[in-house]
């Protein structure tokens, strides 16, 4: 993405669309916290892909959600085209389990509860997290 410190909607999501647009097939996409917001909105105006596991939306109404990204608000509600999985927890100071739930359902998106792992990132504990490698597989079956 253009500028990590910086986050801008319509940047990260002309740079995705660019990426995508530049593949012979159709890719899987694996995404990320700020990540999920922007490919839902790329979706939400037809972006396509193979497959997309979404990793740790964030909710932008979340007091830990940071001001900088404020662009990516509100999050998209259209059902995404395409396969999906949102990856949650129940401990995430980024979004309550209760909004991973209706973002997935919303998307149309298969739900995987993690349980209480944080942000689900690298002081998560996860190591090379070969269950998050598993959802991946199971989404592309």
């Not at 660019?18 to 996409?29: G, K």
Request: aromatic content about 8%.
């Amino acid at each position: 993405m253009p500028d990590w410190d910086r986050p801008e909607l319509e940047s990260w999501v002309s740079t995705l669309d660019i990426a995508v647009s530049s593949t012979a097939q159709a890719p899987v996409i694996v995404a990320h916290s700020l990540g999920c917001l922007a490919v839902a909105h790329w979706a939400a105006r037809g972006g396509r892909a193979r497959a997309a596991l979404l990793v740790a939306v964030p909710d932008p109404k979340s007091p830990a959600f940071p001001a900088v990204a404020r662009s990516f608000a509100p999050v998209p509600q259209a059902p995404i085209p395409f396969p999906t999985r949102v990856v949650a927890s129940h401990d995430d100071d980024y979004c309550g389990f209760a909004f991973a739930e209706r973002c997935a359902k919303a998307w149309g998106s298969a739900l995987t509860d993690l349980g209480k792992c944080g942000h689900i990132n690298a002081e998560s504990n996860l190591g090379e997290w070969r269950a998050g490698r598993e959802l991946l597989a199971q989404l592309l079956r």
